[in-house]
């Protein structure tokens, strides 16, 4: 069974950067449909924020485009999820699963941005 183990969450202040991982107990260089991180904030539902493809183009809402940056590590079966400018309204836990999703989800990692 897929588990998918995503971490570096915490709080920050607005404009402020973090950096999630996503470890994957599978040869993520198999997965040939999108890697994906999602949100989901309190009181909505959750949304996908940005996927990568296996041959890594990417796709993002537009509220992050320029912000965040996702990659895959393929000899470390990590995804990665670069968040850079920081808003309260990104404000979510966040979690990574394929795109569409199709393990079961993770913990995830909550990111919480002060203003």
């Known amino acids: 069974q897929v588990q998918l183990v995503e971490s570096g969450g915490g709080l920050v202040q607005s404009g402020g950067s973090l950096r999630l991982s996503c470890a994957v107990t599978?040869?993520?260089?198999?997965?040939?449909?999108?890697m994906g991180w999602y949100r989901r904030a309190p009181g909505k539902l959750r949304e996908l924020v940005a996927e990568?493809?296996?041959?890594?183009?990417?796709k993002y809402l537009d509220s992050v485009e320029g912000r965040f940056t996702i990659s895959r590590d393929h000899a470390e079966n990590t995804v990665w999820l670069q968040m850079n400018d920081l808003r309260p309204e990104d404000t979510a836990v966040y979690y990574c699963?394929?795109?569409?999703?199709?393990?079961?989800w993770g913990p995830g990692t909550q990111v919480t941005v002060s203003s």
């Open positions: 699963n394929t795109s569409p999703q199709y393990y079961s």
């Open positions: 599978k040869n993520i260089s198999t997965i040939y449909v999108p």
């Open positions: 990568q493809t296996w041959d890594k183009s990417t």
